[in-house]
């Protein structure tokens, strides 16, 4: 067995804050070798973050007062030996430059905006060897281009950062990080906020550099498929402290902490969710045939039209529970707004609950917000920061002419219904946990006893073992109240787990339509397989 | 960027001709002239007959018509005091004005930039806390004060400069730092604003991961990226420099353009303020077209995208 | 988070709090000037003029502040004058701010056409140079206090119609706004429940910012002579005055200049810790 490259013991991070000490690393032991890759996992507070920023001291800001603490003993022992808890600035620079790499989660913003590319990967090459020649330093940065495999690698050496897409900035990050074969590469969630596709495209990335360069991996991910797929070894933590540590092939066979057992089991595929059981002859309540929309360009650009949805088609049966999945500018949620009648489709005819919804006359108007009813992805913006929770979940009631102690019966009720204590009544949004906000959200979507509910990627933005519960308390209320649900989402899991069917959208248009089992199990077009397979696997455990 | 400066453009077209409505207004409201030329008494038939000689019997549009056509042909009319042409009272003194405008911004600009983003590097020392005292204090006091506040210490109490008129260069000292004072404050408060905003950003973090030093980090990322907002601060605050520029030679008594327009102002000059309003509206418009220009030159995302 | 100030944290709330009172003891004396001024402000003695204040030689405690060039008792006339000046600006201030609230609702809630128009009217005044507007409606209006509300007025509402606007915008555009729509509730409620609530508080800051500007405005005004005439008694105007006795008697102008800065500087005080508690605010 070789030398680790790195090994820390007894880590500790402490940050002074306004509200006082928090102690983010409580005691960890690690050692990484040469090559492999360890996973760390967690939900979001556990450390994880804090720990990897710690090792190459970058968790301070230049030019800011120092808060951080960092007891324990963090040491480099290839490509030279160097202790880094508590080194001098010149050493950690000569460590980033020349030893360690690493890339962090929003790859736009991590580029200097004002900056071309080229020169971004240039500095870091000098960085590393101040001496080398302009020209090989040319070199370096052409053949790091060709290998993150970025297109027309020439014009995006000159190009300014906003002009590369999400994934490509992703790539230029990795190329800043790689371009100086660091041992070892700290990679802080990078791929989180990526697409499905994109994600897996920049995992092989990865994988193939580390292949090539002989390079370890510290992986640090909030998502349990992709750990899967791609670590080694796996570090689960939480609270700041290791759980549970070992081969991931075997933590994830056989967890032997509760916790780790409690996050494995909350995958969305690991729960058995019936999608709801209709009658087979219900009649449909969404029928939407050949609907095309577009952003009109606006007054100084008419010819700057951005086409959203072309002639897409969806039907959706009375009490089914109606997936919509595709990545970012699919064009889902323009669907979903134009399923509300938010917007007005160029083309096309949308009938739901019997109207047409962009179109309503004022006297239907009342009637269709009663039926159909909304809740949205970010609930700390889906709730009015001034109101009370009980305020704002009787909103619905109070539109429709119930009012006062009635409503706050009823808002009683509803609270109940979606599991949450009543005294969370007279709390503000901010002072409860995204997941009960998102409940305070279902709740109010449910007050006025709605047909059709459109939910519009409900659980995004939630921790793993709340989406878990969320995804629950979906299922539950479906079988209570018969509610007709659909859900938008560009998570497969999520979706598979919830939903009878499933319609595919790519860049506008449908790309297949079915039972979930059969459109995610045999899928028909090329597209839909390409993003089955590029779904971490263990996530379809 | 053609689409950005087509509209600033078009813009600042319609300011101008707004203010030579305004200006052609203000001219037309404040009254004939003759009452001023025959204080002692005027028939109406007689005043009648000069209206129709100076064609002020004609419609309003015909009149602004002419108005228009007298200014191309570089005719502004007379002051009512002096009958001195008003571009030549003007232009006598528009040097002494853009010389101290000029300065001042000069010494802003140069003294500004560097306290603001030291201030924000070196957050903690007292330098720095001493710089943005000052800025805090001159960002407060309005520029008639700060005058006679240095007319007070440097000319009376040192007697070291001189506090009135323009004759020398140690004229210009006095006034050029009264004006530029508040302008260094405002750049410099915001300079830091920007730069801590700067530090803030994730890019910061990854230079840092390059192995940069400090030092190669606050140069290359930080105060690059504070830079373009500062650019429309400069662009306020220049037109700000206009109006205090009115105070400074009122305090210290400099043959600028601004006693000009004051005593206007009381004498019911209009033929002089209409073209001050004009002049001073013209410089504004202009400032603000070449920061946009900078402001697109320096910013890639502007430049790019049109 | 950057912090705009150079105060250190630990005293943020005692310096908003201290400033503050001082502010309002101030404003006070102005308002009790006609009980507690010990002279007439306008009352000459020509026996008593350019007195030194107290603490100087030659000063009496009959003038605290000393005298003028014709024997008017500078305590007395800085009373006044900060009567005045708080006066003008307050109503000024109070008038653009209607007229700038009540354009940028209609901007932000009436539609894109609407909006447009009103954005370039803005626009177009944003440029127009202030001073030399209110130096023509001075010309043309006269000295008249009501003219100087007026035009102070005129000159400031476009950044509050900015303002408001942007925020109804921004707040439209909000979650729990088009949840509100998707509850089935209309515009008028929405602007009532949702929108005007979360206006008030920004809309406070921006005036408590912008009164300071308005003051000096005034004051600068009075300082070249076109502001306040006598006999009212204003604070720049006194400065003004006093400019040609400047060697002899420094405190004609001195005292006032005094009283002034220290009004911007509590301001100031108060301005940057309002501005850093919203910060903190919307940081959450």
Not at chain 1, 247 to 259: I, M
Request: charged share 15%; proline share 5%; aromatic share 6%.
């Amino acid at each position: 067995m070789a030398d680790p490259i790195l090994s820390a013991r007894d880590v500790h991070v402490r940050f002074a804050t306004n509200g006082g000490e928090v102690h983010a690393v409580r005691g960890i032991d690690l050692d990484l070798f040469p090559g492999e890759t360890v996973a760390i996992v967690g939900e979001s507070g556990a450390g994880k973050s804090a720990f990897a920023k710690a090792i190459l001291h970058l968790h301070q800001l230049p030019f800011t007062p120092n808060r951080t603490q960092i007891s324990g003993s963090i040491t480099l022992h290839a490509p030279f030996q160097a202790r880094l808890s508590d080194a001098a600035p010149d050493v950690i620079r000569k460590v980033r430059a020349r030893a360690v790499g690493m890339i962090f989660q929003d790859a736009l913003s991590a580029l200097n905006p004002v900056q071309r590319i080229g020169p971004q990967i240039d500095e870091a090459v000098r960085q590393a060897d101040p001496n080398a020649r302009a020209a090989d330093i040319d070199v370096q940065v052409r053949k790091i281009a060709a290998a993150i495999g970025l297109p027309s690698p020439e014009e995006k050496l000159n190009a300014y950062p906003h002009m590369l897409s999400g994934g490509q900035c992703q790539r230029v990050v990795i190329a800043i990080a790689a371009v100086r074969h660091p041992v070892a590469l700290l990679a802080d969630e990078p791929t989180t906020a990526l697409d499905v596709t994109v994600q897996a495209q920049i995992l092989k990335l990865l994988k193939s550099l580390q292949e090539v360069r002989g390079m370890a991996m510290l992986f640090i991910s909030h998502d349990l498929g992709v750990v899967a797929d791609i670590a080694d070894r796996v570090v689960v933590m939480r609270a700041g402290e290791v759980v549970e540590t070992g081969a991931t092939g075997a933590v994830f066979a056989r967890p032997e902490h509760p916790y780790t057992r409690s996050l494995l089991a909350s995958r969305p595929s690991a729960r058995a969710r019936n999608a709801a059981s209709a009658p087979e002859e219900a009649a449909p309540i969404i029928r939407a045939k050949d609907v095309s929309f577009s952003y009109a360009g606006g007054l100084f650009r008419p010819e700057r039209v951005v086409p959203v949805l072309d002639t897409v088609s969806l039907t959706v049966a009375h009490g089914r529970t109606h997936g919509i999945v595709g990545e970012s500018g699919s064009g889902k949620s323009t669907l979903g707004r134009l399923l509300l009648g938010f917007l007005t489709p160029d083309a096309g005819q949308i009938e739901v609950a019997g109207v047409t919804p962009h179109s309503i006359r004022a006297g239907e108007a009342r009637a269709f917000r009663r039926n159909v009813q909304v809740v949205y992805q970010d609930s700390a913006t889906a709730l009015n920061p001034r109101m009370t929770l009980g305020r704002a979940a009787a909103e619905g009631l109070e539109i429709h002419g119930v009012a006062g102690t009635e409503a706050r019966r009823e808002v009683g009720r509803l609270f109940d219904l979606v599991r949450l204590p009543t005294e969370l009544m007279d709390r503000f949004p901010h002072e409860v946990s995204g997941g009960q906000r998102q409940r305070v959200c279902i709740a109010r979507a449910l007050a006025t006893k709605p047909k059709l509910l459109i939910a519009d990627e409900p659980v995004t933005a939630l921790d793993v073992s709340v989406q878990a519960r969320i995804l629950d308390l979906f299922a539950e209320l479906q079988a209570e109240l018969g509610l007709t649900m659909v859900f938008i989402s560009h998570d497969l899991g999520v979706v598979r787990a919830l939903c009878g069917e499933v319609t595919v959208i790519q860049r506008g248009r449908v790309v297949e339509a079915g039972p979930t089992e059969r459109v995610f199990g045999q899928p028909q077009s090329a597209y839909t397989r390409t993003l089955v397979s590029s779904v971490p696997r263990q996530a379809w455990a | 960027m053609i689409r950005f400066m087509a509209f600033r453009i078009a813009r600042a077209v319609i300011t101008m001709f707004l203010v030579l409505v305004i200006a052609f207004v203000t001219l037309r409201l404040s009254g004939t002239p003759f009452e001023f030329m025959y204080p002692e008494g005027i028939t109406a038939e007689h005043l009648a007959a000069l209206e129709a000689k100076y064609g002020l019997d004609r419609p309003w549009i015909e009149q602004f018509w002419t108005y228009l056509s007298d200014m191309a042909q570089g005719n502004f009319g007379r002051s009512l005091y002096t009958s001195v042409r008003v571009w030549v009272m003007f232009a006598d003194r528009m040097p002494a004005t853009l010389a101290v405008g000029g300065l001042a911004l000069l010494l802003a600009i140069m003294a500004g930039i560097p306290l603001g983003a030291c201030a924000a590097l070196y957050r903690a020392s007292p330098g720095a806390r001493a710089g943005m005292g000052f800025a805090f204090l001159g960002y407060a006091i309005p520029h008639f004060v700060i005058g006679i506040g240095l007319i007070l210490f440097f000319g009376y109490y040192l007697r070291a400069l001189p506090t009135t008129g323009l004759t020398t260069p140690q004229h210009y000292i006095l006034p050029v730092v009264t004006l530029a004072i508040p302008m260094i404050a405002a750049i410099a408060r915001f300079m830091r604003a920007a730069m801590l905003d700067a530090i803030g950003h994730a890019y910061v973090n990854t230079a840092a991961s390059k192995g940069l030093t400090d030092g190669q980090v606050a140069r290359g990322h930080i105060f690059r990226n504070a830079l373009i907002p500062l650019i429309t601060v400069l662009g306020l605050e220049i037109a700000g420099l206009l109006n205090g520029s009115i105070f400074v030679e009122a305090v210290f008594s400099l043959p600028g353009v601004g006693r000009v327009l004051v005593d206007a102002v009381e004498g019911r000059d209009f033929p002089v303020l209409q073209f001050g309003l004009i002049a001073y509206a013209l410089i504004v418009v202009l400032v603000n077209l070449l920061i946009d220009l900078a402001y697109v030159i320096a910013d890639p995302r502007i430049r790019l995208e049109g | 988070m950057a912090d705009a100030t150079f105060v250190p944290a630990r005293i943020r709330l005692d310096t908003l709090s201290l400033s503050s009172a001082g502010l309002l003891l101030i404003i006070a004396l102005g308002i009790a000037a006609p009980l507690i001024a010990p002279h007439d402000p306008n009352a000459t003695n020509l026996l008593a003029r350019s007195q030194p204040p107290v603490w100087m030689e030659g000063g009496t405690w009959a003038h605290m502040f000393g005298t003028d060039n014709i024997g008017r008792d500078l305590l007395s006339r800085c009373l006044y004058g900060i009567r005045t000046s708080f006066g003008i600006a307050t109503l000024g201030l109070i008038f653009s701010a209607v007229l700038g609230v009540a354009l940028g609702l209609i901007s932000g809630l009436g539609g894109t056409w609407v909006d447009r128009i009103m954005m370039t009217i803005t626009d177009v005044f944003i440029t127009l140079p202030n001073l030399l507007l209110l130096l023509c409606g001075i010309a043309l209006l006269g000295t008249d206090v009501w003219v100087l509300v007026l035009m102070i007025g005129l000159i400031r509402w476009e950044a509050y119609a900015r303002l408001v606007r942007g925020q109804v915008l921004a707040l439209r555009a909000e979650g729990y706004v088009e949840a509100s729509r998707a509850l089935g509730g209309s515009t008028f409620r929405i602007a009532v429940r949702h929108i005007l609530p979360n206006l008030a508080s920004p809309l406070v800051v921006i005036l408590t910012l912008s009164f300071p500007g308005v003051l000096l405005m005034e004051a600068g005004l009075s300082f070249l002579g076109v502001g306040v005439q006598p006999p009212t008694s204003s604070l720049g105007r006194m400065i003004g005055d006093g400019r040609d006795y400047l060697i002899n008697a420094w405190w004609i102008s001195g005292i006032p200049s005094i009283v002034i800065v220290t009004i911007t500087l509590l301001f100031q005080l108060i301005g940057d810790a309002l501005r850093d508690r919203i910060d903190v605010l919307t940081d959450g």
